[in-house]
């Protein structure tokens, strides 16, 4: 695990190479104390990489969207170390909460549920509730004990752009802004790779982002059906979760979803001079020269895998990327639901 350290009046970053994160309680406690003292903290989770700041400083949360360029009304999650700390920033804590909580956390599933007072509305965009996460990252998790305080976290990356997975993408992201950040805690690549599955308990429980914890899985525990969501009925004007606007997640390059096989039969083919790439599960060589990413066929090691290969293509600066839709059914809603807004046009 390397950190690396800016300091907001110089351009230059310095990396400090160390060897476990989780043991070195220096660094995670520095991390910590610039946190409560108003710092913006960059920390892995096992979804993407989050930039922290403490969820009960507004004017730290404001310096998050003002980085991110993110609209003042899409709120940011909270994480916080376990439930009871969770419980603290609700009014209510209905049996779902208990169930999911207990089933899944810490773990990559939001809840979100009615505010509290010490909750500031810039977390919540002015809205009456919260959505928190106990993260399991161990780093993560780590720095939440020491930090004391909810750390407010959306991805860290432009709005808009893809999640990052990699400290190189936050990097790349911020570009010359990078140093705004106090500090960076590398811990390599993050495992689940998506962003957590976001469920409303203000209400019946509701599907509001589908993440790697599936809707089967919690229909089981809660035992009964989740409200779903519909993507196209989300874009209508009033967004219950403005972070479920269409085009998110998007690559610079223009992505295309096309169904399996389109590109072997030759009907997809770029215009002379264009430079595609194809992200596919088929194994056998591409019908023209191109890059390809050959995917792997099990859901999660798909979703590990593809905002990394995202990223990578999408810095080459090629004309089309092209991926094959992938196997259908719940434990692939996730990568559809993200690959489909990367491909959204507005
Ligand atoms: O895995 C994750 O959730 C990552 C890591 C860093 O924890 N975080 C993340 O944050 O993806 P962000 O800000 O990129 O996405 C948060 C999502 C957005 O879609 C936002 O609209 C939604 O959660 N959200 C946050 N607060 C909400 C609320 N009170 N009601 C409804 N949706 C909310
Ligand atoms: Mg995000």
Known sequence: MRVKSGESNRMTQVWHKITDCVNNADILSAAADRLRSGGLVVFPTE???GLGANGLDAKAVRKVFDLKGRPAHNPLILHVADSD???RLTTTWPREAEILAAAFWPGPLTLVLPKADCVPDEVTAGGPTVAIRVPVHPVALELLRLAHVPVAA????????ISPTKVE???RSFGHRIH????ILDAGPTQVGLEST??????PPTLLRPGMISVPQIEEKLGLRLKILDLHETLAASLPSPGLLKRHYAPHTPL????????????QRPPQGERWAWVTLDPTDPPFPMEVRLMPSDPKAYAARLYDVLHELDALGLDRIIVDLPPAGPAWQAIHNRLTRAAAQD
Request: hydrophobic letters at 35%.
């Open 154 to 161: 959306p991805s860290a990356n432009r709005s808009g752009e």
């Open 198 to 203: 976001v469920v409303s308990l203000d209400g």
């Open 169 to 171: 993408h936050v990097l």
């Open 180 to 183: 705004e950040i106090d500090l």
């Open 47 to 49: 979804t993407v990489y």
């Open 85 to 87: 700390q969770a419980r």
């Open 256 to 267: 295309e979803l096309r169904q399996p096989g389109a590109m072997r039969d030759g009907t």
